[in-house]
């Protein structure tokens, strides 16, 4: 986990509400990703950043809008939140080199009532 | 859609065997692999990761990648009740893509 911190690191909150997640690195990695890691789908990619105000969409984008106005900040929002998006969420950093190796932040879990 | 595939376990072996974990992917054209481990609880780590053809040695663990079959293995010699853990398979296709798909993973336990 080093260098990389997500806040909150656990969220219980309503149906409907918005919810905003981030992700802070220190690493000055260029790319950036949010997943969900849920039992019986694993780790799934929700939307991915490649630069600052550059970011696209993953597996499972629906519901959620993400935003990178620095380097070593990712917010992920959920609009209005479901019960369907109660999950555990992980940050993740690569350099975006031909290495590509993630890492991982340590996690938010995120409850939906 | 590309796939990776992984035996979800629980996989038990006892304190000092080797533990053999395989992952299968759709993609032929998939160029990096990587084993993570995840303890309950916890967020993945990096253990390995192999681009060629072979075997990769590190330590107590071996990756081994065989392109032709599409499969990658993990071997864990002398396992350690410190190993039962999660372990996540992932690749990336290459080609300027940086997005890694993850297996759901395999469940190992190591008996004292």
Redesign the interface.
């Known amino acids: 986990d080093a260098g990389i911190t997500q806040s909150p690191r656990h969220k219980v909150t309503e149906t409907g509400t918005p919810v905003t997640l981030r992700c802070h690195q220190t690493e000055n990695h260029r790319y950036m990703y949010w997943y969900r890691q849920d039992p019986g789908h694993g780790l799934r990619l929700i939307h991915y950043s490649y630069g600052v105000k550059d970011t696209d969409k993953g597996e499972v984008s629906d519901g959620y809008s993400v935003s990178r106005s620095k380097t070593e900040d990712f917010l992920l929002t959920l609009e209005s939140a479901t019960s369907s998006q109660t999950s555990v969420y992980f940050c993740a950093i690569s350099e975006g080199t031909t290495s590509d190796t993630q890492y991982f932040g340590p996690g938010t879990r995120l409850t939906v009532l | 859609q590309k796939e990776v595939e992984q035996n979800s376990g629980p996989l038990s072996v006892p304190e000092g065997a080797i533990a053999s974990l395989n992952c299968t992917y759709s993609d032929r054209g998939s160029q990096?692999f990587?084993w993570?481990r995840q303890y309950s609880g916890?967020?993945?780590?990096?253990i390995m990761?192999i681009y060629s053809n072979g075997d990769k040695e590190d330590g107590r663990f071996t990756a081994q990648l065989n392109k032709a079959s599409q499969y990658v293995s993990l071997l864990i010699r002398d396992s350690q009740p410190s190993d039962s853990a999660t372990y996540?398979c992932?690749v990336?296709s290459g080609a300027g893509s940086?997005?890694?798909t993850?297996?759901?993973?395999t469940k190992l336990s190591v008996i004292p």
Do not use: D, H, I, R
Not at chain 2, 102 to 105: L, S
């Open positions: 990096s990587f993570y916890k967020s993945p780590e990096l990761f996540l992932a990336n940086y997005q890694l993850f297996g759901k993973g």
